[in-house]
Structures are given as structure tokens and as C-alpha cells.
């Protein structure tokens, strides 16, 4: 009976991993398309190269690149054929089963910092926080800076907030923008813009349970008035 149980344990302890890994699949993945798969991929890879929080990722960068550039090829290549398709769907799997792999390993080593994790490029939910989702700073403000390409974002703080989630881009039509960082404090700089370009910036407030909303869209064209 003893190793009835024992053995019991083990099954269960194995579903309840399978559905933490699918919800965490369904959390960071879900509604969207394999394009934004792609650019979610490719900027945790951005976050995550050099990031002394996740000195050691598991799996690694390099797997993931791998599996980001076979996905980015194979739906390159789609043009309509059944052997085609199935081989972007495998590409698509493994490229998810990675990012799932990876959300474990920043979960673990954030231990509940959500600044910690959002460092990774993720995009999180956890529900341990009675304080709930923040609103987004009501006033953000952008200005070009001294240095060539370098811009500052300021805002009021958010009282309670654990920090804030700032994404920019120059094609604002993207459902998910390839540029984010964290802050702690209610400003950040961000550096090496193009000169002459447009980007857009949004801010959001993080608390444990992350971010949601996100600040009205500012822009600016760098280093010109």
C-alpha cells in the first residue's frame, strides 16, 4: 500500500507539472500568431543575453535562437503545401516548449520578484498579491537628450507599484512591441535610437501579480524638436 501511494504521488506530482507548463504556455502564448511568437522570442533572447539575474538559462539562449530562426524559416517558407505546414507546426511546438521551459527557470530564480522576472522579456501573471493590477502612470513624458540616440521617459509614481514596464517601438501598429525594459524608479533612459527616426513609447506599473494596462502612447522623432 505504502508503494501504492508513493507511486500515486509521483503520477500526480507529474500532471499537476504538465498543467503548470501548459498554463504557463496558454499565459505567455496565448491569441498570438506566429509572427508575435517570433518577436516575443527574439527580444527575451535581447533581455536575457548579458542579464546578470539569469546567469545561467535553462534551456539556453542558444537553443532558443535556434529554434526561433527554424520557426522564422519555416514560415518563411509556407506557401500553401500540407508537408510544409506540418513542418512550421513542429518548429512552432518546439519554440513553445522552450519558452515554457525558460518561464520555469525565471520563475525559480526570481523567487517573486515580479522586476526580477520581467527582466527576462516575459510577459507574467502570478495572483499571490491582495494589492492587485496597478493603473498605469496617467502622464508619461519623453525628451530627447544630450547624448546622440539616447531619449528620457519620466512619469509620477505610482504608489504601491513594485515597478514599471516600458516598451517602445516604430511601427505602432504591432500587437506586441520588440523593445521593453524595467525600471524600479518612475523614469528610465533608453539609448541607441536611430537619429531621425519616430518611435513610440507605453508604461506600465508592475505589482506582484504584473502588469496590465498600459500608459496612453507617447512619441518622438530622436533627436529632433
Known amino acids: ?10 503520477q500526480i506530482s507529474i500532471i499537476i507539472g504538465i498543467i503548470i507548463i501548459f498554463f504557463v ?16 522570442a ?11 539575474n539569469f546567469p545561467i538559462p535553462n534551456p539556453t539562449l542558444a537553443d532558443l535562437i535556434l529554434a526561433t530562426d527554424a520557426l522564422e524559416a519555416a514560415q518563411t517558407d509556407m506557401d500553401g503545401a500540407r508537408s510544409k505546414t506540418v513542418v512550421r507546426n513542429l518548429r512552432l ?12 527557470y ?14 527576462s522579456g516575459f510577459e507574467m501573471r502570478a495572483t499571490r498579491n491582495p494589492i492587485g493590477i496597478l493603473p498605469a502612470p496617467a ?15 519620466r512619469w509620477k509614481k505610482v504608489e504601491k507599484s513594485s515597478g514599471y514596464w516600458i516598451e517602445w517601438t516604430q511601427d505602432i501598429t504591432m500587437s506586441v512591441w520588440p523593445n521593453a525594459k524595467t525600471s524600479k524608479k518612475a523614469k528610465v533612459d533608453i539609448a541607441d535610437l ?3 527616426e519616430r518611435y513610440y513609447f507605453r508604461v506600465a506599473t508592475i505589482s506582484s501579480e504584473g502588469y496590465e494596462g498600459f500608459s496612453d502612447v507617447i512619441t518622438l522623432r530622436i533627436n529632433f524638436n
Open 106 to 119: 525565471v520563475e525559480h530564480i526570481s523567487m517573486g520578484d515580479v522586476v526580477i522576472a520581467l527582466s
Open 93 to 104: 511546438k518546439e519554440l513553445k516548449r522552450l519558452l515554457a521551459l525558460l518561464y520555469t
Open 139 to 153: 502622464t508619461v513624458e519623453v525628451k530627447n537628450t544630450v547624448v546622440t540616440g539616447k531619449v528620457s521617459l
Open 194 to 196: 536611430t537619429l531621425g
Open 25 to 40: 504556455i496558454k499565459l505567455g502564448l496565448k491569441n498570438k500568431s506566429v509572427a508575435e511568437i517570433i518577436i516575443l
Open 1 to 10: 500500500m505504502k508503494h501504492y501511494y508513493q507511486h500515486l504521488n509521483r
Open 42 to 52: 527574439r527580444r527575451i533572447i535581447t533581455m536575457m543575453t548579458g542579464n546578470p
